[in-house]
């Protein structure tokens, strides 16, 4: 079994910053893609980033500029720096990774964090 578990989550003010992460963990042999998608009350999920196991990073237009995706591939983690924060960007905040392990090789969500962002 592959489990995801993030953390980092939490209240901050606008223009603040934050900082999530989310491990994998189980009979892994590799991960290709991991990525992080948000979503708010009463809307879509949606991607807000996305990158390879090379290193390539996609963002939405909506963060560019403001959040960084990075990955550690010895430890099977993924990492979200959000800077300049806005109230916009509350919502709770999903990874995803596309796992090969096996017969468990999949597509992989972890539990969700809340991010809240208000004076």
């Known amino acids: 079994q592959v489990q995801l578990v993030e953390s980092g989550g939490g209240l901050v003010q606008p223009g603040g910053s934050l900082r999530v992460s989310c491990a994998a963990s189980g009979s892994i042999l590799s991960i290709n893609a991991m990525g992080w998608y948000r979503q708010a009350p009463g809307k879509e999920r949606e991607l807000v980033a996305a990158?390879?196991?090379?290193?390539?990073?996609n963002y939405a237009d909506s963060v560019k500029g403001r959040f960084t995706i990075s990955r550690d591939n010895a430890k099977n983690t993924v990492y979200l720096q959000m800077n300049s924060l806005k109230p916009e960007d509350t919502a709770v905040y999903y990874c995803?990774?596309?796992?090969?392990?096996?017969?468990?090789?999949?597509?992989?969500w972890g539990q969700g964090t809340q991010v809240t962002v208000s004076s």
């Open positions: 990158i390879t196991s090379g290193g390539s990073t």
């Open positions: 995803n990774a596309d796992v090969l392990a096996g017969w468990a090789s999949g597509h992989y």
